[in-house]
């Protein structure tokens, strides 16, 4: 069967059941993924089902440079982002060839924030023996649009990373299904 063509619906019912489908789907996967009230079992098959599908794309990451494949990291950061409702920064940490290392929640914030600590980042590229880094974060609000203070933060951590020879390749704002690139926008 060519599930393409299902609806959201009809692709629900076959992972979770129909019961379980009418109970929970009100026409918006975003929110199906929101609720915390969904029965035990539904809520684990949703749950085994997003983590393969980060899985499938990671996959994809692992296996070259990240830059060979553009719309798989932001597909893979949509899919991280999808359902929270609280900002989380994210960090690629990438090898010498660009491939990915670990993608790694770094920090985690509230509706509207999130603090973030060079220091900590510092670190962990330095223990993953990362020579380079994609930054990433999500606004909950649905908009991708870069703040001045998330400007302000990717040349802070760009400087401090600098010093231990990390090159950041892009910091990406991710807003539902829409990915703002400080690269492409001239940001870095």
């Given at each position: 069967m060519q599930y393409?063509?299902?609806?959201?619906?009809?692709?629900?019912?076959?992972?979770?059941?129909?019961?379980?489908?009418?109970?929970?789907?009100?026409?918006?996967?975003?929110?199906?993924?929101?609720?915390?009230?969904?029965?035990?079992?539904?809520r684990e098959k949703l749950a085994v089902a997003w983590e393969l599908m980060q899985r499938v794309i990671a996959e994809e990451l692992y296996a070259g440079p990240v830059f060979d494949s553009p719309t798989a990291v932001r597909n893979f950061l949509q899919l991280f982002f999808a359902g929270r409702t609280h900002e989380s920064f994210v960090v690629l940490f990438l090898d010498n060839a660009n491939r990915l290392i670990v993608a790694d929640e770094v920090f985690r914030g509230t509706l509207s924030q999130t603090s973030v600590y060079p220091r900590e980042i510092v670190k962990q590229a330095l223990r993953l023996n990362?020579?380079?880094?994609?930054?990433?974060?999500?606004?909950?609000?649905?908009?991708?649009?870069?703040?001045?203070?998330?400007?302000?933060?990717?040349?802070?951590?760009?400087?401090?990373?600098?010093?231990?020879?990390?090159?950041?390749?892009?910091?990406?704002?991710?807003?539902?299904?829409?990915?703002t690139s400080f690269a492409e926008r001239g940001l870095l």
């Open positions: 393409s063509r299902c609806t959201d619906y009809e692709l629900l019912c076959r992972l979770i059941g129909r019961r379980s489908t009418n109970a929970l789907y009100r026409g918006s996967l975003r929110r199906l993924l929101e609720e915390t009230e969904k029965p035990p079992l539904a990362a020579a380079a880094v994609m930054l990433s974060h999500n606004h909950p609000s649905g908009l991708a649009e870069p703040s001045r203070a998330d400007e302000y933060l990717t040349q802070t951590l760009k400087q401090a990373l600098t010093l231990i020879d990390v090159r950041v390749l892009d910091h990406l704002v991710v807003g539902g299904q829409t990915t």
